[in-house]
């Protein structure tokens, strides 16, 4: 099946820092990307849908000023949490489809422990 | 958008014993998918159904997909310890239920 690698796995980061996660596609092309995150033993929340060469589309009640999304190229998305604070310690995982649309199904990223100390 | 409710939360059951997590969407889905979760791994796809009524199995899972396309189950027959983990339905808007998280005592 299709991969997509993220990384890094783990972070560690000072209060105020910014952090970048990336998210690739490696054998194959998407033109879409999300971004979840995820509590421990809850479930994933959509942060954003991510797409080729244009401004990602986020959820209600993500801000878009804090989680910046960058999708670059047709393999590559980032994501920044930008000035973090502890709140923002979470897993973060990505993820794709082969064809770009919600019909098809997605390949996850091993995901992003962040912690904001 | 949707929203996709799951349940139970939690099942435990002992070794051999059925499992079954039930999905429902206040809106009719064009198609519905299924993953799990390994404690501290990443949701793996299991499957997508999109036709109404549709059955699918996969060994001693058994899938199934609401006649008018809101609800949907998944059941494991006989569980094993290596079922273990949380078990995700999605709508076609790509956003998950809650989840529900299967322990297997041997």
């Known amino acids: 099946g299709a991969v997509v690698s993220q990384h890094p796995s783990r972070v560690i980061c000072k209060s105020g820092t910014s952090v970048k996660i990336e998210c690739r596609s490696l054998d194959f092309q998407a033109t879409t990307m999300f971004w979840y995150r995820q509590f421990p033993k809850k479930s994933l929340m959509l942060m954003a849908t991510s797409n080729e060469g244009s401004k990602a589309t986020y959820e209600q009640g993500v801000e878009k000023d804090k989680f910046l999304i960058n999708h670059a190229s047709l393999t590559l998305s980032t994501l920044t949490v930008t000035s973090a604070h502890p709140e923002d310690s979470s897993f973060y995982i990505c993820s794709a489809s082969t064809d770009g649309t919600t019909n098809e199904k997605l390949f996850f990223g091993s995901g992003t422990q962040l912690s904001v100390l | 958008g949707q929203q996709v409710m799951q349940i139970p939360q939690y099942q435990h059951v002992q070794e051999g014993e059925d499992f079954t997590t039930y999905c429902n969407s206040s809106t009719t889905l064009s198609n519905i998918q299924w993953y799990k979760q390994r404690p501290g791994g990443h949701p793996v796809f299991l499957i997508q159904l999109v036709k109404s009524g549709e059955v699918k199995k996969q060994k001693r899972l058994t899938f199934q997909f609401g006649e008018a396309k809101k609800n949907s189950s998944l059941h494991i027959t006989a569980t094993q310890t290596t079922d273990v983990g949380t078990y995700f339905c999605?709508?076609?808007?790509?956003?998950f239920g809650a989840g529900t998280r299967l322990t297997v005592k041997p």
């Open positions: 999605a709508g076609n808007d790509m956003r």
